[in-house]
């Protein structure tokens, strides 16, 4: 691009290429090669000189101040001050605007991240009330009171009834009674099509024995067998949240 020197219209594309080199590094960081030679810088001083002629041709001037020292300074703002952001996005909504289960969808999983972030970080994970774990007179079943915990994902795990269970013959010693999130699809309803789709989902818990703890759930009691009876381990003390009731 041949430049028109001692010219005031030079200076201003000199500077919108500038600008403009500057957000390409921004938004374009795989281009390096910003040498006179390079097609990329050509394409942006092109970019540069057709704006600065519009402009000049428009002659707006908005409160005193030139439409191209405006250009500029945009320019210059959108790179050396950029807008902070944290990633996290949520749905905006406006009159008019079609919805549709995506966007509701989404409106859910925006706010039940924010909750789940906020108990992961602010409370960590481990039981909150209740889950007590208690074995049959007879050594064979187990049973889980009532509680509530939260995993190590920031979930929140309800068992709101009492469960019993049956500990199979040839579980390992020790075993480990694990809590977990689950959720399933519940209040099936008629569709368009002739078919149902599930109108409600279902956040419970799932009780489970395992040789180990596992990474998904909490375990809430460890349990060891003796003379072919189980009893449940008093040295092992499940993970508890701080200021929680016990």
Known sequence: ????MNDPRTEQWLSLTAALNRTMREHAPDWTDHSGHDPGLTIV???AY??????????????GVPAVSRAIR?????VLNPIATSGTVRPNFFAGRLLTADDLREEQE???????RHLQMLHGFGVV???????????TTISVEPGMAIDPYGREIVLDDLVALPIPFNSPSPTCVVVQYAERFVDPVPVADGGTEPSHIEEGCDVSLKPG??????????LLREDGAWRVD????????????S
């Open 74 to 78: 945009a320019l210059d703002a959108s």
């Open 110 to 116: 925006y706010h039940r991240e924010k909750h789940r």
């Open 45 to 47: 001083e092109l970019i």
């Open 234 to 245: 008093p040295a092992f003390v499940p993970p508890r949240l701080q200021n929680c009731r």
């Open 213 to 222: 703890s596992g990474d998904e759930g909490i375990t809430v009691a460890r």
């Open 1 to 4: 691009m041949i430049a028109r």
């Open 50 to 63: 057709l704006a600065e002629d519009l402009l000049h041709n428009a002659r707006v001037v908005e409160g």
């Open 129 to 139: 009330d209740g889950l007590q774990v208690d074995v049959a007179s007879d050594g």
